[in-house]
């Protein structure tokens, strides 16, 4: 009687752990932010390199992100250089613009920046600077806030990017929504002497859209090279220092839901070693 006990003991725990599992949702990612590499740099060349080596190293990693200024200057030489170095990451990447990464007149437009992506990474095919992606039960959006014609420090959320975000928030009201940009609408901390050159526009006009819906889980940023967390309105702003920031390193995210408790988002700040010979 008593073995049979045990047994029906173990079967109910093993089916609530079963149950937990089933009803949980996780996933994690890297997020890699103003790497700012360029070809006439080589330091950050074997910074970048050595990031994506560690990467590599790391276990159960859905994807990557780079969240803007991914490289120093905008121009063509630059930009392959930098995907031919995140070509050998093991998962997938992908991209949002920083405040360096395009200018039109240079030649190097967002239209083109993103046919040099998909020309060379297939799996990303979008060819426009707003996007969705979807992986383990999350919506992923990434919001452009770079301008192309007169470039700057300061973000600029364009009108039909908002409309495209709000319905994005709309239509994807019963998931769980991440979203990835350059440039903060919440500041990191101790940012004020930054804020008057690297503010985002009307940055009142994204905080009043993202009140409207409660799905949004948190927003990832950089351009301030700076390590900031802050909850406000039930939204999780991450911002993360420049990869060239020293001690050099890029940010882990774990995310954990489930029905019965609120989402538990997990960061760290993962140093590495820059090295002298990288792939």
Known sequence: MKKFILSLFVL???????????????????????????????????????????????????????????????????????????KKLKVPYYIALGDHDVYKANGLSKVRYFDMIHERNWGMFRHQPNYKFTKKGFVFLIVDGAKEIIPGSVGYYRADTLEWLDKQLEKNSKKDVIIFQHFPVVYPDNAESSVKTHKTYKVEQ?????????????????????????????????????????????????????????????????????????F
Do not use: W
Not at 36 to 59: F, G, M, P, R, T
């Open 206 to 278: 994204y905080q009043e859209l993202i009140a409207k819906h409660n799905n949004l889980l948190a927003i990832v940023s950089g351009h301030f090279h700076a390590n900031s967390e802050n909850m406000e309105n039930g939204v999780y702003h991450i911002s993360t220092p420049s990869l060239l920031t020293l001690p050099q390193s890029y940010k882990v995210i774990d995310i954990v839901t489930t029905k019965e408790f609120s989402p538990i988002i997990y960061t760290q700040l993962r140093e590495f070693t820059v090295k002298q010979e990288a």
């Open 12 to 86: 109910l725990a093993f089916t609530c752990v079963s149950a937990f599992a089933a009803s949980a949702k996780t996933i994690k990612f890297v997020q890699v932010t103003d790497a700012h590499l360029s070809a006439s740099s080589e330091y950050s060349v074997k910074v970048l390199k050595s990031a994506v080596e560690d990467i590599n190293s790391l276990q159960d990693v859905s994807f990557v992100v780079f969240t803007g200024d991914n490289i120093n200057n905008p121009s063509e030489e630059n930009l392959k250089l930098f995907l031919k170095t995140v």
